[in-house]
């Protein structure tokens, strides 16, 4: 690796930069060191959930597994379609997919909406509606959660999912990148030239902007998907058949010697997903991050 | 409408006459009736955000001079709640050290991490970069993945580290790692460095690779010697944007991860060792029902973490000169 690393270097520029032999051998060391820290527990729980019940409790424990075996995940779909949870297994996946799906679809729309008004129209008001979003990047929503509880007693919501489902779609962090990205890469012009044309607003916004926007698109989708994926218990929730796939999952977790094969059997169908996501949108996502940066 | 715009552009000059002759009210209220179409499309985002974000802010501020607990009306007892916590209540100044030992590490750790290893894989081939971007990002978003560092280093010989350390005989009972009020901390904490490498991470190496390459080039010229100051003169300045938004991530996640050491260390934690700011707030709000008592935590926490980020965001202003 470190080779083709220096062969591309010397290739690509014309003018030789100041790196020295020293500083490339730093930085791949620490890279590795760090490398190693990050990737082994990933590693240790896939390797966990593939090991038979007797190697699980080796002596001493192995960061590698002898022979593999897929009961860790028979088990797992055994204790799913076990009567002990009270409601069929398929509704925590049902609640899940629900959550995820109408939330990102949601914030989605409304987002794009929002995004495509403080980006590219005037209005009094609009300095400071996206200085108040910017504001509230700064503060963790848990800080929140007490107050949003009485105003969701207020609307009636408690122990229903639109608790989670309507505040997702007013979330910042999909709304901030998308309109970010359309300040650098949606030109005026091209807007001005169609509402000269006689586009309605909704029209330029939906045939013109939105277009040039998909890496965006899918950036807020991921985002949004992998945080409402992972929802798990609530202070809104109690009614058991309204709980999630990752509260489930955690129920499992927490059965203890028992169930550690199928907890981690869990746990990685749990990560798979997020991670499968995204591995296929990480050059959108990228694409969408190289104008996330905040102008003073 | 399709007319309008039109008209509108017409009327450019007519308009800025026409501005002078009128108070910034009356002018105002002109904009705001020919930008009706904006607020239309803003509205449904910007009142969900407002009901759920912003207006929680304003009740937790005003229920926080109250006694409420949910039940009967809140009655106004003045700064009462705010003299209780700072002059009696040892548990929340203890987890305001514990928050504020946990966000001081975690915060700028995570990010000089982020930071720093978006720079060094910035010169690398891109499938090799996407790869270790994934390596780095995925415990990020592998929700409740760092689960199995409750089995390694779990309190009986199974556990990886006991088990590895029993075998070498370099102790002879296991250590109660996650029991023990001196392993609690560190250990959340390393735990909280792991997944920490989030958007602000992607941030960074997306800003990298937007830095003009010309710029080195002419730096190297100009007497760039080595990579240090080529970061400190040409890059750093370059990417004070990502700098920013990464801050302000780095910080909300440095107040935000009171789950992990509920998951790991058990809720709450042995002596209260891990006992953050969140956990009070949870502890008075959810089980205790002194609502009035949390929402002055939350109003603390509040001022706290928007506080941080406005301190960090004047020294960020500061780099590259």
């Keep these: 690796m470190a080779q083709k690393y220096k062969k591309l270097r010397v290739r690509k520029h014309t003018v030789v930069l100041n790196r020295s032999a020293g500083g490339d051998a730093g930085i791949f060391f ?36 002898v022979n593999p075996t897929l009961k860790n995940f028979k088990d797992l779909f055994r204790l799913m379609n076990s ?13 899940t997919v629900v959550i995820s799906v109408s939330g990102t679809f949601g914030n989605l729309v409304l987002s794009s909406l929002a995004a495509y008004v403080l980006s590219k129209m005037k209005f009094p008001g609009k300095g400071w509606m996206f200085q108040l979003i910017v504001l509230s990047l700064m503060f963790n929503a848990v800080a929140a959660s007490i107050a949003n509880f009485i105003i ?30 359309m300040d650098s890469s949606v030109s005026d012009a091209v807007l001005e030239s169609a509402r000269l044309d006689g586009a309605s607003e909704l029209r330029t916004f939906w045939s013109i902007a939105m277009p040039m926007v998909k890496p965006a698109w899918l950036t807020l989708i991921v985002y949004s998907f992998q945080g409402l994926w992972n929802t798990g218990s609530t202070i809104y929730i109690y009614s058991e058949e309204l709980k999630t796939f990752s509260y489930a999952i955690g129920q499992i977790l927490s059965g203890g010697i028992v169930r550690a094969g199928a907890g981690a059997a869990s746990t990685v169908v749990m990560m798979l997903v997020p991670i499968i996501v995204f591995v296929v949108s990480q050059s959108n996502i990228l694409e969408t991050m190289a104008s996330s940066g905040m102008k003073d | 409408m399709s007319n309008k715009v039109a008209d509108a552009a017409q009327a450019a000059p007519k308009r800025a006459v026409a ?4 108070s910034k009210l009356q002018w105002t209220l002109k904009e705001m009736k020919n930008n009706w179409v904006a607020y239309i499309m803003l509205a449904p985002y910007y009142l969900i955000f407002l009901t759920f974000t912003i207006i929680p802010v304003f009740v937790s501020f005003f229920l926080s001079f109250t006694s409420f607990n949910m039940i009967e009306a809140p009655v106004f007892i003045g700064m009462d709640n705010y003299a209780r916590l700072f002059l009696d209540d040892d548990i929340f100044i203890l987890a305001c050290q514990n928050t504020l030992i946990f966000a001081a590490v975690t915060g700028p750790v995570s990010y000089l991490l982020s930071f720093t290893i978006a720079w060094f894989i910035n010169e690398l081939p891109p499938k090799l970069r996407a790869f270790i971007t994934l390596i780095f990002y995925a415990p990020n978003i592998s929700g409740s993945a760092y689960m199995i560092f409750q089995v390694a280093f779990s309190s009986d010989s199974y556990g ?31 735990v909280a460095l792991w997944t920490s490498l989030g958007a602000g991470f992607l941030s960074f190496i997306a800003g ?17 010697k080595n990579r240090w100051q080529e970061l400190w003169y040409i890059t750093l300045p370059a990417m004070r944007p990502q700098l920013m938004f990464g801050a302000i991530l780095a910080i909300t996640g440095a107040f935000g991860f009171g789950g992990i050491v509920d998951a790991l260390a058990g809720n709450p934690s042995v002596d209260y060792c891990a006992w953050t700011i969140m956990h009070h707030l949870n502890d008075y709000g959810g089980a205790r029902f002194e609502t009035g008592y949390a929402s002055a935590i939350a109003t603390i926490l509040f001022i706290i973490m928007i506080g941080s980020n406005k301190i960090v965001n004047i020294l960020l202003k500061k780099v590259g000169q």
Aim: hydrophobic share 55%; aromatic share 18%; glycine share 6%.
């Design chain 1, 30 to 65: 620490f890279l590795t060191i760090m490398g190693i820290f990050m990737f082994i527990p990933m590693y240790y729980t896939v390797i966990q959930s593939l090991k038979p019940l007797d190697e699980l409790w080796a002596f001493p424990p192995r960061l590698y597994v």
């Design chain 1, 83 to 95: 009567s002990s949870w009270g409601v069929p297994f398929s509704r925590y996946i049902f609640n």
């Design chain 1, 152 to 181: 969701m007693s207020f609307l009636g919501w408690v122990d229903t999912l639109w608790a989670i489902i309507i505040p997702a779609w007013g979330s910042t962090l999909g709304l901030y990148l998308m309109k970010q990205f």
């Design chain 2, 19 to 22: 501005r002078k002759d009128m």
């Design chain 2, 160 to 190: 990886l580290v006991n088990g590895w350390l029993l075998d070498l005989e370099m102790i002879d009972t296991p250590i109660l790692f996650f029991q023990n009020a001196s392993y609690v901390m560190p250990l959340c904490i390393v």
């Design chain 2, 208 to 224: 990298f690779q937007t830095v003009d390459r010309s710029m080195y080039e002419a730096g190297a010229v100009d007497g760039v």
